[in-house]
């Protein structure tokens, strides 16, 4: 069955350092990989997606991932973090042949001044 | 551009009261999705439905319908409301199929609590 595992519940990291969230998935054939962004209150915001091709994918707000088929890994990464980025950050699997999307338990980021 | 309407934003209901969410796209889409948000639970698919006429079980649809009422509106129901369904409810959609697989679109959600 298809799964996402994101093994970190909380990240704290300070103001302008840089910052990667874990993502791996397991899903049998290539798999369409998703990053989402909540705020406090709010729904869910596209960062990025894979779906073929160069396997490093850059997102808006300067996030970019990576993914690594031998891995089974998506993971996030921003070279200099800002205080807005403070969120709830979700990795999703999307399962073609059924169109549905598999989200992960997500990572909660909170950024120090 | 709207996007991905939910009404309402908030909502208390006494166990074993009934309600139905009510979820709008503009976007011409053909999937739509209920998901809901639970602490340290991520997103879990309730039920999809990836066409006017069509819908399908999630991960967990105990306790819950759907109704595909057009290709705009996707409605989720609970017939008979209890605590465990409290919860942040979010509502999506998406162009696949038939237009390649793509991300989906997420409503604002919502938030309800089941006394």
């Known amino acids: 069955a298809q799964s996402v595992t994101q093994p970190d519940i909380h990240i704290t990291v300070s103001e302008g350092a840089s910052l990667e969230l874990r993502c791996n998935y397991s899903?049998?054939?290539?798999?369409?990989l998703f990053w989402y962004v909540q705020s406090p209150g709010q729904g869910l915001q596209l960062l990025l997606k894979y779906f073929s091709g160069d396997t490093l994918v850059q997102g808006i707000k300067g996030f970019e991932a990576e993914f690594k088929r031998s891995q089974s890994s998506f993971n996030l990464r921003k070279p200099s973090v800002h205080w807005s980025d403070a969120a709830e950050y979700f990795c999703?699997?999307?399962?073609?042949?059924?169109?549905?999307?598999?989200f992960g338990t997500g990572t909660r980021l909170k950024v120090l001044a | 551009n709207a996007g991905v309407t939910q009404t309402p934003k908030f909502q208390v209901l006494k166990t074993g009261q009934s309600m139905t969410l009510q979820c709008a796209q503009d976007?011409?889409?053909?999937?739509m999705y209920w998901y809901r948000q639970d602490p340290g639970m991520g997103l879990r698919l309730i039920y999809y439905?990836?066409?006017?006429?069509?819908?399908d079980k999630g991960e967990v649809p105990n306790g819950y319908n759907v109704s595909r009422l057009n290709k705009r509106e996707f409605s989720l129901r609970l017939e008979s409301a209890a605590p465990s369904q409290t919860s942040v409810y979010f509502c999506?959609?998406?162009?696949?199929?038939?237009?390649?697989?793509?991300?989906?679109?997420f409503g604002q959600g919502t938030r309800l609590t089941v006394v």
């Open positions: 999703a699997v999307g399962t073609g042949g059924t169109y549905k999307y598999i």
């Open positions: 999506a959609s998406s162009p696949s199929p038939g237009q390649g697989f793509t991300e989906a679109f």
């Open positions: 899903y049998g054939a290539t798999p369409y």
């Open positions: 976007m011409n889409h053909n999937s």
């Open positions: 439905s990836a066409s006017e006429g069509t819908t």
